[in-house]
């Protein structure tokens, strides 16, 4: 796997092209066998990736232009981008599109924010650190359909916990809000959700990342006189840059894909206020069995979401990295 | 060393050939079980489930050997997503218990067995039925079912919040009903919660105003759903809805008190809502029962209810359509109206009310049920019910206006 043509071409400088022949035959042999050997240590991988990935990828774009008859052996039409146009003039599509963005544009920055400066919190000596670090992740490791369920009743409007809170024991509100019930509280109770069950799985990542962060930098930094806010500033969050482009890859995909919790805590309701994209794909597919539709959503999203990978591993390029 | 491991070896396969030959032989000495997978959205909150799993399949299987019923039971939520995932996936059990609703849809997409056709005694069976929940199976020229239950929505009330909200009865006209709704919000109290804007839960109101959803034919909304009759039945709704005397919960919001909840809490008074209701509050609140207020158009309800319907996949097809006519079976029938569940058998309907008193007021009403369009695109007229009316609600638009809307979407899908 190391070898490559350069030094076997700059250490025989001088040695006849027939002296020469055997080696080189003898070396790209070689490398023939290292090729043949890394495709087959990728190939199981990639098959499942094919197999799990690229084929119903492929299969949606397939289905997105048919209005596709879902009973085996049933000829479906065929109607080109129909579907596409059709989501393009749809105003439930765009609501849909605005609040999958809202999501992630609430929860990405939360989750990076607060998972990291949970991260530092928990990356300094302290009693109990372990415990901590358990109890911030437990909602990681929680189901979204219980949390979910849990959620909806802490923000029900006769008798939540929300409500009792803002209303009843601090009287912030002067009456009982009625957080699903409407589209903005809506949108923000299920935000909250999203950060909760969401924030423990950045810190762990950004905490792995602190811990790996060389100490002597630390030290030099604060013998140079750095406070910790510099410290953290100049070296610490520099040294954990790719780090944090993952993560914000990462959420921004999961923000996009939001599904369970506004399936569970709104069902998308009501009128259609807190669509998201894939609770509408959901609704056209499943209870409309309009699949070639959903398809073409679905197929949509996955475009969005790659076209925002993109920009994002670009922003996140360091400027010697850049061609 | 090497003798006695090839002794125990030579010992231990022969012991494996013994057991095998043996065990063959018990198999084919035995007689061959035909095995039939049934989906269905029996409540496991109430006692259907128990019901059907302790005695009527046992008993199934104690008179019909050689056939064993592997029941599936799905949320109701899910069991459409169940059967659209098995149409699609070619992977359908042998029978379901469907959704009235969903028979069409299920029909028009060639999934299941047209029954008048593949049931030799179908005339016999669909004659003990009431002819009202029969047609609920019958999908271009044929009949791809039976029914297996009914059921109606009627005025069910807690007698103790009535007792707190100052009445002395359930109302029976719209008049009675939003004057009693006003007294019972001056106790602080709703009398009436509705638990979304579904045509199972406004097309009773647009009925009893003498209004209709489409023509008798099923073919246009427009000049029906959005006559001045409907409109009245709506108007009368949003009227008691923008009074505050009725709780947000009819806008469809998934935060608001559900109406069991509210019922059970004594904050609601009464809601509509089929016989399971007794079963599964019957406990816990001291329930009653009677016909919805009447309107122009009388006191008229929706018909509800399941059908039983074979799939064409079926590979077991004389099995499946033998437990079709033992849940069809009076003794089948009785022990399901023990659970909650209202027979379809004409022969039945006097037992019903000695084994609850309170089915003598869903046979009443059902007398006075329509039934939904029956169209594959069920589930989109819903939707638009569910999109349109709360505009109305809101104040954005007039009743009128999201009628019109709303009529005009439904021609598209009709």
């Known amino acids: ?323 | 060393m090497r003798l006695s491991r090839m002794l125990v070896l030579l010992v231990l396969t022969a012991i494996v050939a013994v057991t095998a030959a043996t065990a063959g032989a018990r198999v084919s000495g035995a007689k061959k079980t035909t095995t039939i997978t049934f989906w269905n959205a029996y409540s496991s909150d109430g006692p259907e489930v128990k019901r059907l799993d302790k005695v009527i399949i046992p008993q199934f299987e104690k008179t019909h050997p050689g056939i064993v019923v592997k029941d599936v039971p799905v949320p109701y939520d899910s069991l459409h997503q169940k059967l659209v995932t098995g149409v699609a996936g070619g992977q359908l059990p042998d029978l379901v218990r469907s959704d009235i609703i969903w028979v069409p849809e299920l029909a028009n997409l060639g999934v299941l067995e047209p029954l008048d056709k593949s049931l030799p005694d179908f005339k016999a069976l669909s004659s003990t039925v009431f002819p009202g929940p029969l047609a609920t199976n019958f999908w271009k020229g044929h009949y791809y079912g039976l029914p297996l239950d009914t059921n109606t929505r009627t005025w069910n009330y807690s007698t103790t919040a009535l007792a707190s909200a100052g009445l002395s009865g359930p109302p029976k006209t719209f008049a009675e009903l939003k004057a009693d709704a006003a007294t019972a919000k001056a106790k602080g109290l709703y009398l009436y919660a509705e638990s979304g804007l579904s045509c199972w839960n406004v097309c009773p109101w647009i009925w009893s105003a003498g209004g209709s959803i489409t023509n008798s034919t099923y073919t246009k909304a427009s000049g029906f759903l959005n006559g001045p009759k409907s409109v009245a039945g709506i108007q009368m709704l949003v009227d008691l809805y923008k009074a505050g005397l009725m709780p947000n919960i009819i806008l469809g919001g998934t935060g608001g008190l559900g109406t069991y909840d509210g019922i059970t809490q004594g904050k609601y008074v009464s809601t509509l809502d089929g016989p399971w209701m007794f079963a599964i509050l019957g406990g816990s609140v001291k329930l009653a029962g009677t016909t919805i207020p009447a309107g122009a158009g009388g006191s008229v309800s929706v018909v509800g209810g399941e059908d039983i319907v074979m799939t064409k996949s079926s590979k077991n097809k004389a099995a499946a359509a033998e437990f079709t006519r033992f849940m069809l079976h009076p003794w089948a029938q009785n022990q399901m109206a023990r659970a909650g569940q209202m027979t379809v058998l004409k022969s039945l309907t006097k037992q019903l009310v000695k084994i609850h008193p309170y089915y003598s007021i869903y046979l009443k009403q059902i007398a006075n049920a329509r039934p939904r369009t029956p169209t594959p695109k069920w589930p989109q007229i819903d939707q638009v019910f569910q999109t349109e009316l709360p505009k109305a609600f809101k104040g954005d638009e007039t009743v009128q206006q999201a009628l019109d809307s709303a009529a005009k979407q439904i021609d598209a899908l009709l």
């Open chain 1, 1 to 323: 796997m190391t070898l490559s043509s350069s030094p076997s071409q700059t250490g025989l400088i001088g040695r006849s092209a027939s002296a020469l022949r055997p080696i080189t035959r003898s070396f790209s042999r070689r490398r023939r066998k290292d090729v043949i050997a890394a495709y087959l240590f990728l190939a199981p991988g990639f098959a499942l990736f094919a197999l799990v990935i690229l084929y119903p990828i492929t299969r949606a774009f397939q289905i997105s232009l048919y209005h596709w008859a879902i009973a085996p052996g049933t000829p479906s039409e065929f109607i080109g981008f129909g579907n596409y146009s059709k989501a393009l003039h749809d105003p439930i599509f765009w609501r849909g599109l605005v609040n999958s963005g809202f999501y992630m544009a609430v929860t990405v920055p939360a989750q990076i924010v607060i998972g990291l400066a949970i991260a530092v919190l928990l990356d300094a000596h302290m009693p109990a650190r372990t415990l901590f670090r358990t109890l911030f992740y437990l909602p990681v490791v929680t189901s979204w359909v219980v949390v979910s369920l849990l959620f909806r009743y802490l923000f029900i409007t006769d008798g939540g916990l929300f409500n009792w809170f803002l209303h009843d024991a601090t009287h912030v509100t002067g009456h009982n809000i009625d957080w699903l019930g409407q589209r903005w509280t809506a949108m923000v109770a299920i935000s909250i959700l999203g950060v909760w069950k969401g924030v423990g799985w950045s810190m762990i990542i950004f905490l792995a990342a602190l811990q790996g962060v060389p100490r002597e930098l630390k030290e030099a930094a604060a013998v140079d006189g750095a406070k910790a806010w510099a410290r953290f500033r100049a070296v610490s969050l520099p040294a954990i840059r790719p780090v944090v482009a993952f993560v914000t890859i990462l959420l921004v995909m999961g923000g996009f894909n939001v599904f369970i919790s506004v399936y569970l805590m709104t069902q998308g309701g009501p009128q259609n206020e807190t669509q998201v994209l894939l609770t509408w794909m959901y609704l056209q597919a499943f209870s409309f069995l309009d699949f070639g539709y959903g398809s073409a959503i679905s197929f949509m999203l996955t475009l969005i979401v790659f076209a925002l990978s993109i920009v994002q591993l670009r922003l996140f390029r360091r400027p010697s990295e850049a061609v």
